[in-house]
């Protein structure tokens, strides 16, 4: 079974850090780009950031660039999204997502449950 | 960066057809694939639609998507509505400054 499970959420103060990961199973890993999405309380879905598969290329929205880092250990099979200086906007449930095609034009075909971050003071 | 506007909801009753809009607010709409999801309440998206008008597999062909390159517009059309089709319906694309944009998600109800 394909699994994406996410983990590393919690309650934090503004202006802290946070590093989510995602573990992967059942499927080759280091053959699939990666993302992160998020969805704040009751709002759409908001791309936060993409890697290849090898790791050396990665985007992010304007709205993280700077402050949000991602990343990948493809001999652990987990994906990682560093995250500083948080602020209450960043509060929603954050989910990383499998890409089959290996650009960021790809669609996401496997999505995990998510994990649930909440910056407040 | 570009906008997709969709309607923030939609009513329909069983059995019938109900269209879903995405509308690119500049670049061509034709020019990057337009992606589907499906999210249901306390649930994580699933892709219905990839590549403008690809279906996954396990998803029924009462689910059909198309781009209109005239009015810069994507369509998601749900043929024979189900119960289980309620949901929120959301388009994707990219962009060439490597930008993923969501749109701001449709809201299905099935009466």
């Known amino acids: 079974q394909v699994h994406l499970v996410e983990s590393g959420g919690g309650v934090v103060q503004p202006g802290r850090s946070l590093r989510l990961s995602c573990t992967a199973s059942?499927?080759?890993?280091?053959?699939?780009?990666m993302f992160w999405v998020r969805q704040a309380p009751g709002k759409e879905l908001e791309w936060v950031s993409f890697i290849s598969s090898d790791g050396m290329t990665t985007y992010y929205s304007d709205n993280e660039k700077g402050r949000f880092s991602i990343s990948r250990d493809n001999r652990r099979n987990t994906l990682y999204l560093q995250m500083s200086d948080l602020r209450p906007e960043d509060t929603a449930v954050y989910h990383c997502?499998?890409?089959?095609?290996?650009?960021?034009?790809?669609?996401?075909?496997?999505w995990g449950k998510g994990t649930t971050v909440t910056v407040s003071s | 960066n570009f906008v997709l506007t969709q309607s923030q909801s939609v009513s329909e009753s069983p059995g019938k057809t109900v269209t879903i809009s995405c509308a690119r607010s500049?670049?061509?709409?034709?020019?990057?694939?337009v992606h589907w999801y499906q999210q249901r309440p306390g649930s994580a998206p699933t892709p219905i639609i990839y590549?403008?008008?690809?279906?996954p597999s396990g998803v029924p062909g009462r689910f059909s998507a198309s781009v209109d390159a005239s009015s810069n517009t994507a369509s998601l059309t749900i043929f024979g509505l189900l119960p289980e089709d309620e949901a929120d319906y959301y388009c994707q694309s990219s962009d060439v400054t490597d930008l993923v944009i969501f749109g701001g998600g449709t809201k299905l109800t099935v009466l």
């Open positions: 500049w670049g061509n709409i034709a020019a990057d694939f």
């Open positions: 059942g499927f080759s890993f280091n053959n699939f780009v």
């Open positions: 590549d403008n008008n690809q279906r």
């Open positions: 997502a499998r890409g089959p095609r290996n650009d960021i034009s790809s669609h996401m075909d496997i």
